[in-house]
């Protein structure tokens, strides 16, 4: 690819437009801008797109197709536009342009201006939520006798909590200039002080952003005939942070969803634990009670909402659940773009060997289908990789693992993907 190419006017009719609601309005033919990715990115990018090209032809017999449109971003972007450039400003405007996007691994640039190039990804195109389905997939060997008790989707806020990036290095004169001034407040209210030698950090949460979090969380319960959404906190430990997302989660629920959802107190009191049709419950767990109850009664369990770190935890464990992080699809979501993701990293060791499992990659693309709606191409995709897997033919990740199995490279199981379409 010679040069990165710039939205423009005449590409207006494959643009997948944003309605009022902040629903995605997908055309026939709409434009895809997809990041490669970094290691192992361009072989699970070249093994996903040739699945996800297979199943919309196979759905639509040409009457919809996606035009993939490559954009850059890490090493591929600092290639072309220089070492301190990994996210080129192209990248992030191709993406709120087509609305929609999809993307391999990246490398966190060492010594760069980016923590990570995720975290600003999500941060500077506002893609507020953190969309991780966990489903069971006949056939992938998984560490719990009953993996296919969990169907659930985590919405993990993406902007605040801790990953802010408000912090300050242990003996700074910046951190010990934020200590001396807590350690007043504190002293003051009757607290305890901490050594001004300390490292410090700071976890905002904000109303507005628990807000429209949870209410993404409820508009995908109510559409998806999901029973209950869970708001997983820490609030008896952090009262006025994880706490308040607790509140400020049953006040938007209350006052926004009033009509369909009620509390689980709701459910006993009132309804003597009959859940009423179209009425969704609203409940919430500690997030230490959480990692049990994923492991205890994962059925109980279908729409999660929760502050940023308890996200990334929760979602990589019940990812495990499942069968692990190479079949883990993502995406972050905001209220005029949405970008698809695989979960896990680059596996450096790996990169250019045509090895690994491009399943992330395959399933979130599949996520991607059906959030534009494309529901038939997304059930053949899963249809055939659910084949493939029972026939034994896989990845070295899950030959290792299973019995009896063909071990394959990365295009030889997107190959077998494809053909069991037919
Ligand atoms: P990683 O790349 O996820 O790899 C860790 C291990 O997970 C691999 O060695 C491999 O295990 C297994 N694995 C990962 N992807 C696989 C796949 N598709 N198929 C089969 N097995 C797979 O984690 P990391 O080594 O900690 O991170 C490497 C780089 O990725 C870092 O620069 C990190 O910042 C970046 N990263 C990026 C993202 C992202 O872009 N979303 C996320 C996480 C990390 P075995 O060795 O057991 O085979």
Redesign the pocket.
């Known amino acids: 690819m010679k040069n990165q190419k710039q939205p423009d006017a005449m590409d207006s009719a494959n643009v997948i437009q944003w309605d009022a609601q902040n629903r995605p309005l997908a055309p026939d033919f709409p434009i895809i801008p997809f990041i490669e ?1 970094d ?2 990115g361009p072989d ?1 990018w070249a093994a996903s797109k040739s699945v996800l090209d297979a199943a919309v032809e196979r759905a639509y017999a040409g009457k919809k197709r996606i035009s993939w449109r490559e954009i850059l971003a890490g090493e591929k972007a600092q290639a072309k536009y220089g070492p301190a450039n990994p996210l080129p400003k192209e990248t992030l405007s191709a993406i709120s342009h087509y609305g929609v996007a999809i993307k391999g ?4 640039p060492v010594g760069g201006g980016f923590r ?1 190039l ?1 975290v600003a990804l999500r941060q500077i195109l506002d893609l507020y939520a953190c969309v991780r389905p966990i489903r069971y997939l006949e056939g992938v060997p998984a560490p719990v006798t009953h993996p296919e008790r969990v169907d659930m989707v985590i919405f993990r806020e993406n902007t605040e909590d801790v990953y802010a990036g408000l912090e300050w290095p242990a003996g700074s004169a910046d951190a010990r200039e934020l200590l001396t001034l807590v350690n007043a407040k504190s002293k003051a209210a009757g607290g305890t002080t901490v050594s001004l030698e300390s490292a410090v950090g700071i976890k905002p949460m904000s109303r507005k952003n628990t807000d429209r979090l949870v209410s993404m969380a409820i508009r995908y319960a109510l559409e998806h005939h999901r029973e209950s959404v869970t708001l997983v906190h820490k609030g008896n430990i952090m009262k006025y942070t994880e706490g308040a997302f607790r509140d400020w989660g049953y006040g938007v629920a209350r006052e926004k969803y009033g009509d369909v959802t009620l509390t689980e107190a709701d459910l006993y009191e009132k309804f003597q634990g009959k859940q009423p049709v179209g009425r969704i419950v609203i409940k919430d767990r500690i997030a230490d009670a959480m990692f049990q109850q994923l492991l205890l009664r994962p059925e109980e369990y279908d729409v999660i909402a929760t502050p940023n770190l308890n996200g990334d935890y929760l979602s990589d464990a019940a990812a495990a659940q499942v069968g692990g ?2 079949m883990a699809p993502g995406a972050n979501i905001g209220d005029c773009c949405a970008l698809f ?9 790996y990169a250019g060997q045509d090895k ?3 399943g ?1 990659l395959i399933l979130s693309g599949v996520e991607m289908l059906r959030f534009i709606h494309w529901d038939e191409a997304a059930k053949y995709v899963v249809a055939a990789l659910k084949k493939t897997i029972s026939q034994g033919v896989v ?1 070295y ?1 899950l030959a290792r693992q299973m019995k009896g199995a063909k071990e394959v490279r990365c295009s030889e199981f997107g190959a077998a993907i494809v053909r069991n379409m037919d």
């Open positions: 990715g290691g192992i699970i691994p990246l490398t966190t990570s995720n992080l190479g993701e695989a979960t896990h990293g680059t596996a450096p060791k690994v499992n491009p992330s990845t990740d």
